[in-house]
């Protein structure tokens, strides 16, 4: 081999090292990023604190060895899938996230624990169009509302598709379905119908049992509803347009409703989802002040988190928000194109982790 060729080769192995030296550096500094933001610190000692964040595939997948990283430089790297609209999120009993994805016309599954990544676009008798409202069920059948189809696709613990929900003679019932929440005791399927003004109840059949709401400002009426949730024995509705939350007896009955448009905290203009914590309190996502605001049941304003803008903790259209069993805070960011997550802690209670 001639003293040309070596150099040559040397070189490019040089390059090679120093391009995966800063590729490594580059992965360190927004590794930094993920660094606990000053706790909120709220009545009795509760806290919230900043976990991770993730936007894709390759945050699911451990990190690739010298060797592959050599051979990326020759072949190229890798291509991951990314999210690019993340809308709605909420976790299963196996400690997956899911994430319906309507940029991306599918759901996301990371697994972070067994670091494994799926991609569902659909099933054999139709693709996603705009894939909304994510929950899943006991066995962790995963339920996926598509709101220009008007109907709810239906997968197994596996992804693999098994059937739809409010379908007739191929098309779909609803509306605009939208939030859905699943009474795994009951076995009800609570399901919002953005168009219709209505939430609808249904079986693990798909059975509509009953429905109630209807389009207007008076209680137990609704404005274009979006979202909602179970807590106890409490249905909670983001009832969008009239800028309000409403609370129900899970067969419908009104019970109460806070909130009003505007344009500081404790108001809404553009309120996007809604979840509970352990104590029952009320997380809802505000578009227009890009934070989260929390309430207690009285609709009270407890404290409000985020900001806007792209760093750590902060938000651009926050979207969905689901709360696990072990407090953690999945917040759909949805124009950062991630998934931010966050702990509630109470008082003199530690902290549960990051999600590995």
């Known amino acids: 081999m001639s003293r ?18 800063q590729a490594a550096a580059g992965e360190a500094r927004l590794g930094r990023r993920n660094a606990n933001l000053d706790a909120p610190i709220l009545a009795d000692g ?37 999210l690019i609209r993340p809308y709605s999120v909420t976790t299963d009993s196996r400690g997956r996230i899911l994430v319906t994805d309507p940029g991306a016309l599918g759901l996301h599954i990371f697994d972070f624990e067994r670091k494994k990544y799926s991609f569902l676009d659909g ?7 705009s894939p909304i409202g994510v929950a899943v069920d ?57 168009l219709y003004n209505k939430v609808f109840v249904l079986d693990e059949q798909g059975n509509i049992l009953y429905g109630f709401g209807g389009r207007g400002a008076a209680p137990g009426q609704f404005n274009y509803p979006t979202a909602l949730t179970l807590h106890g024995d409490t249905l909670i509705v983001l009832d969008t347009l009239n800028f309000r939350i409403q609370l129900f007896d899970r067969s419908g009955g009104f019970r109460t409703s806070f909130g009003t448009l505007g344009d500081r905290s ?12 352990s104590e029952g309190n009320i997380y809802v996502t505000e578009g227009l002040f890009e934070t989260v605001q929390i309430f ?31 407090e953690r805070i999945y917040i759909a960011d949805s124009y950062n194109r991630r998934v931010q997550v966050f702990q509630f802690t109470r008082g003199n209670q530690p902290s549960a982790g990051s999600p590995r």
Do not use: M
């Open 123 to 129: 099933g054999p008798r139709g693709r996603f169009e």
């Open 138 to 194: 006991a066995e962790d059948n995963i339920y996926v509302t598509d709101s220009r189809l008007g109907k709810v696709f239906v997968f197994d613990a596996r992804g693999k598709f098994r059937h739809f929900l409010g379908e007739r003679k191929g098309e779909g019932y609803f509306k605009r379905p939208t939030g859905i929440a699943i009474d795994p005791y009951q076995k009800r399927i609570y399901l919002c119908d953005t």
């Open 296 to 326: 207690n049941a009285a609709g009270q304003l407890l404290y409000y988190f985020g900001g806007s803008g792209n760093d750590t903790g902060e938000f651009q259209l926050p979207a969905g928000l689901w709360i696990d069993a072990r």
């Open 266 to 277: 404790g108001t809404f203009n553009r309120p996007k989802g809604v979840a509970t914590d």
């Open 46 to 82: 509760r806290r919230i604190d900043f976990l991770r964040t993730f936007d894709s595939e390759k945050d699911v997948h451990p990190k690739r060895s010298i060797w592959n990283r050599l051979v990326d430089v020759v072949a190229g790297p890798p291509v991951f899938r990314s």
């Open 4 to 21: 040309i060729t070596s150099f040559i080769i040397s070189c490019g192995l040089l390059f090679a090292l120093v391009g995966l030296w």
